[in-house]
């Protein structure tokens, strides 16, 4: 999901003009203005991509704690499960999930199956067809049903463990402003923002009625949402396959506000103040340690987690003094301190990449900070006051009093996070075809096995 996903854009003269499911539903939770990914591109977890051994595009599994019981049903209904990995050891099965329906990858293809497979679709433990053959999604037109079929999953989840009184989590991602975009039949051409505004109504459409649908059962005061984006919109596929960032520094793919800010509601109707909104620094890391206050746990003391708890700032609109750190790679980019970031490393992507057309800045050349070669600042970060320039236009003077005062704080901060920051074994370096979903578990039933080619592993190559 795209950060468009909030406001979603204007609907056609032919269907009547209406605030967005989710902006009504803001009005019943509390809106956070200032949450962040933990690096530059989709992952999921709990700690820092470095720390996890996991620095490249394709994220992966980390070492996730151990499920405690007596713990809820937990369920993934989601067409990328943030990209963890579909070999059987990342598997959401063995990493405290009961029950998954989705795919382990984005909707990419359709594939030959000769030079790349096509990608499989899993319900728990076993493929039961693959997207473009059996999960069909139609590349000119755009149309494709997989959101339906996800809310439904969603929907028959929430009705089991309600109907056998027992508590539930679950994760539910769909990618269908993702590019290629699709949106089912129903709503298409039902946006004034073409093929991604179709797709963002009906992604819309689909959280107000699981929240109804939590409403129906009774359940709704008993059940915490947290809604959010994976990241800043990928302008490299705006506008017609990508959402807008707004006044916020390019996209998807880079450390800037634009790549990393991204919306969020929290939404627990008795428990959450109604129309509130937050300014406090939050990342999608701290939902770990968020959900396990809300269970009555503590976070696991055998490693360091970087997500905090986030109940205090949810439910009494607290402010917690936190620093967030922009990684990208194993490099850390960039710091926030309260309204400060600090640049220590500038990158948009290479001119090489650049002369391809390939850009995640378009129309935002700022000088000396949207560089195409890797620029190292750590003896002078660019520092910026997104209070006053959330764009990051105007770097601060380097003499100024503002500067040298905030630096000194910034500094002491990044000192003690590297202190703490002891590198993963990396786990995505090596890439081979012969790996990939060629034989996935279950093909034999359907007669969908594919013969890989000969392995040859080589060092992966990741060029944002």
Not at 115 to 135: C, K, Q, S, T
Request: aromatic share 10%; net charge positive; charged share 20%.
């Amino acid at each position: 999901m795209q950060t468009a996903i909030l406001s979603p854009p204007p609907p056609s003269p032919s269907a009547p003009p209406r605030p967005s499911r989710a902006s009504r539903e803001a009005e019943r939770g509390r809106r956070s203005r200032d949450a962040r990914r933990g690096a530059h591109v989709t992952r999921g977890g709990r700690r820092l991509p470095w720390r996890g051994g996991c620095w490249c595009p394709s994220a992966c599994a980390g070492p996730w704690a151990p499920p405690r019981p007596p713990r809820p049903q937990t369920s993934s209904s989601s067409s990328w499960t943030t990209h963890l990995g579909h070999r059987p050891q990342f598997h959401p099965l063995k990493h405290g999930f009961d029950e998954w329906f989705g795919s382990p990858n984005c909707h990419f293809g359709p594939f030959d199956n000769r030079a790349l497979p096509n990608i499989p679709v899993y319900r728990d433990w076993e493929m039961i067809g693959r997207y473009y053959e059996d999960f069909k999604i139609d590349r000119k037109t755009g149309e494709a049903n997989l959101t339906q079929i996800y809310l439904q999953e969603a929907l028959d989840f929430i009705s089991k463990q309600q109907g056998s009184q027992q508590p539930f989590f679950l994760y539910w991602a769909i990618d269908a402003t993702h590019a290629p975009v699709y949106a089912s039949k129903q709503f298409l051409g039902t946006s004034q923002r073409g093929l991604y505004g179709d797709a963002v109504r009906e992604i819309d459409d689909s959280i107000g009625k699981i929240l109804k649908h939590l409403q129906k059962l009774g359940i709704s005061e008993k059940t915490f949402v947290f809604f959010t984006s994976d990241n800043g919109a990928a302008l490299i596929s705006a506008p017609k396959q990508g959402g807008s960032n707004g006044r916020f520094l390019c996209g998807k793919q880079t450390t800037f506000e634009g790549g990393m800010r991204e919306p969020a509601i929290a939404w627990w109707p008795g428990h959450i103040p109604a129309g509130g909104v937050s300014h406090q620094l939050g990342s999608v890391m701290d939902l770990f340690t968020t959900s396990l206050s809300l269970a009555g746990l503590q976070p696991p003391s055998d490693r360091q987690i970087d997500g905090i708890d986030l109940l205090p700032a949810i439910l009494q609109g607290k402010l917690i003094d936190r620093p967030i750190f922009y990684y990208r790679g194993n490099e850390m980019m960039a710091v926030r301190v309260g309204l400060y970031k600090a640049h220590y490393w500038t990158w948009s992507n290479s001119w090489e990449e650049y002369s391809k057309g390939i850009d995640f800045c378009p129309g935002q050349n700022v000088s000396g900070v949207t560089t195409h070669t890797l620029e190292e600042h750590t003896t002078l970060p660019l520092l910026f006051h997104l209070g006053m320039d959330p764009g990051e236009k105007y770097p601060l003077s380097f003499p100024s009093d503002e500067y040298q005062r905030a630096m000194e704080r910034i500094s002491v901060v990044v000192q003690q996070h590297k202190a703490t920051m002891v590198p993963g074994e990396p786990q995505l370096n090596v890439c081979d075809k012969a790996v990939m979903n060629w034989s996935p578990p279950g093909c034999e039933k359907l007669g969908k096995c594919l013969k890989p080619p000969k392995s040859d592993p080589k060092k992966c190559f990741w060029p944002h």
